[in-house]
């Protein structure tokens, strides 16, 4: 796969605006045969060839031939996605023919991407198109080699795709991975494996792999100190993101799984404004988190929060791996986690049967077969129609009597309209069956009957979630750690700072100013993808109100633009 003139993968400038955008970059000489970057990179420049030629190349592993993925000639660029991720490269650059080439730095381009709106434009729609074309193409840069009905394959199986990395997945079982492991001296005891232009990773996790990949945070003279930080890229937390960092706040997203949240694991949504026909959680998640890289924000996964602690200036927060960040405003959006049921051997089959997610990577190897969908609210029952559509027959069991409780209308018809569901109510599983992968579970109804060994490759667990507030100490909770907000705050939970600023807490603020809380993890919230993207945008004005009231004017370093 090459570019050319006319490929949807090139970037089309006109003369006026090449030379605006040669001003944000500087110009150099480049000889023929000259490496411009090359895999491990990270923080790579944009390049822009004013004349010569350059070409884009996969390095070969092993001593295989070098692909070629990319050529470019005058009024040509050199980047893609990972320019705005931060990932590090995987792909060479080098010079074919000399010329003269321009290199736009991480922070200009960041600069582009605000204050030109139609180079950004012209810039984002090419960095997409060419990670689609990546994605699509041979010319990847990540094998990943294992078992995705085990919870191990899966993670970094899901991992790779909430990111969109360019990358391959074989099977462990298949004759291409036999093949690919011997290349690399690796046996089953490394799976699931990770193969990189930069080296092997065995056992492979998905923060082993983000550490590899340079998506893990690092600590740098940039990132330590920020205006606004997010923790959780949920819906509320990319709308945070993607206000606040549009807005001029330096914004820092850490999520302990990827970007998406539960939301990404939707398989449709189409109560969501604005699209009619529906659109999966990935879909609209994934689009969020480009649009977030757009506006300059760092989105670091997996990354954990441990704790938070108020300081003179803000909050200091401290990472899992005992790294610190400084902000001047949180925006927390940990959203929750899932609940389970109290069954033996339930944490068995995790990852190898049961599931919390009913998306194309869960489902692939379902067609045709029997499945299991426990829940009584809309996850569940977009769930069964989404399984039902894949061929499988599915049982939604519901522990209440009436299926249109807790579920919306719509969603309720379409289940008793659709042969291959069978609800049944008043029912709980109590029992897991199968060796390494589920293979059935019994039923108890509550007349104390019971179903024994009901065939079900899978079960599909829907039954809400516990909040991710453990971390959020500082922040006064409910008995069920859900964080109070605003005006739930209650008047003993407000302490002599609040007399000191001269205020009570702004919407979507917790007990400790200018902490504030968005999404699942607030008390009260909706559960509701559009609601959580409205919370975590107006968390966004509030927070500019705590910083422009709590701040002496003579240190705001920013302000809001809407």
């Known amino acids: 796969m090459t570019n050319s003139s006319d490929d949807h993968t090139s970037a089309r400038f006109t003369p006026e605006q090449l030379e605006r955008l040669k001003t944000y970059g500087t110009p150099h000489r480049a000889a023929a045969g000259q490496t411009l970057y090359r895999p491990g990179q990270t923080g790579y420049d944009l390049i822009l060839v004013e004349s010569g030629r350059a070409e884009v190349v996969r390095e070969g592993m092993d001593g295989t031939t070098p692909q070629v993925v990319a050529r470019e000639g005058a009024g040509g660029i050199l980047g893609e996605l990972s320019l705005l991720s931060r990932q590090a490269v995987y792909l060479t650059a080098r010079m074919t023919a000399a010329g003269t080439i321009y290199r736009i730095n991480p922070h200009e381009l960041r600069r582009l991407m605000s204050a030109d709106t139609e180079l950004s434009a012209i810039l984002l729609s090419t960095f997409m198109a060419r990670r689609r074309e990546l994605q699509a193409s041979a010319a990847r840069s ?5 078992d995705d009905r085990t919870a191990a394959g899966l993670a970094l199986r899901t991992y790779a795709a ?18 690919a492991m011997a290349e690399v001296e690796a046996d089953p005891s490394d799976l699931p494996l990770a193969i990189t232009t930069a080296g092997v990773i065995g ?7 983000a550490e590899r990949l340079g998506l893990s945070y690092r600590i740098n003279d940039q990132d330590t100190s920020v205006d606004l930080v997010v ?3 949920g819906p509320a937390g990319l709308a945070a993101t993607v206000y606040g960092a549009s807005e001029g706040l330096t914004t820092t997203v850490l999520d302990a799984v990827g970007p ?4 990404a694991a939707s398989s449709r949504i189409e109560n969501y404004l604005g699209f009619p026909e529906g659109l999966s959680g990935r879909d609209l998640l994934g689009r969020a988190h480009v649009q977030a890289l757009k506006f300059g924000a760092s989105v670091y996964s997996p990354c954990q929060v441990d704790s938070v602690i108020r300081t003179a200036t803000g909050y200091s927060i401290t990472l899992h791996d005992g790294a610190r960040i400084a902000a001047r405003v949180i925006i927390a959006a940990t959203g929750a986690r899932y609940r389970t049921l109290p069954i033996s051997r339930w944490h068995d089959f995790e990852g190898a049967g ?11 190897r379902l067609a045709g077969l029997p499945v299991a969908v426990v829940g009584g ?26 299926v249109r409780s807790g579920m919306s209308a719509y969603l309720v018809d379409r289940i008793l309209a659709t042969p291959a569901i069978t609800v049944r109510t008043g029912t709980q599983v109590t029992a897991l069956h199968g060796a390494t992968f589920l293979t059935a579970v019994d039923y108890t109804l509550t007349s104390g009957e019971v179903a024994r060994e009901q065939p079900a490759s899978a079960l599909f667990c829907f039954i809400g979630a516990a909040p991710a507030s453990e971390w959020l100490d500082v922040a006064a909770q409910d008995e069920n750690g859900f964080v109070y907000t605003d005006s739930d705050v209650a008047g003993d939970d407000l302490g002599p700072v609040w007399s000191e600023l001269g205020r009570r807490p702004l919407p979507f603020e917790t007990s400790s100013p200018g902490l504030f809380a968005v999404g699942d993890v ?7 993808v559009a609601a959580a993207v409205g919370e975590g945008a107006s968390a966004v004005a509030s927070a500019h109100a705590a910083l422009a009231h709590d701040t002496p004017a003579h240190s705001l370093t920013t302000t809001p633009t809407s």
Request: aromatic content about 4%; charged content about 20%.
């Open 260 to 263: 998406g949240g539960q939301a």
């Open 142 to 146: 990540l094998d990943l080699i294992g």
């Open 162 to 179: 909430r990111l969109d990395l360019p990358h391959h997945w074989i099977h462990s079982h298949s004759p291409e991975a036999v093949s």
């Open 354 to 364: 049961i599931y919390y997610a009913a998306t194309e990577l869960e489902t692939r």
């Open 522 to 528: 607030r008390h009260g919230s909706m559960k509701r």
């Open 203 to 209: 056992r492979a996790t998905p923060g082993l792999l």
């Open 377 to 402: 609210a809309n996850s569940a029952g977009q769930a069964a129609i989404f399984l039902a559509s894949k061929g499988c027959t599915v049982d939604l069991v519901i522990r209440g009597t009436d």
């Open 231 to 233: 923790v959780g890229a």
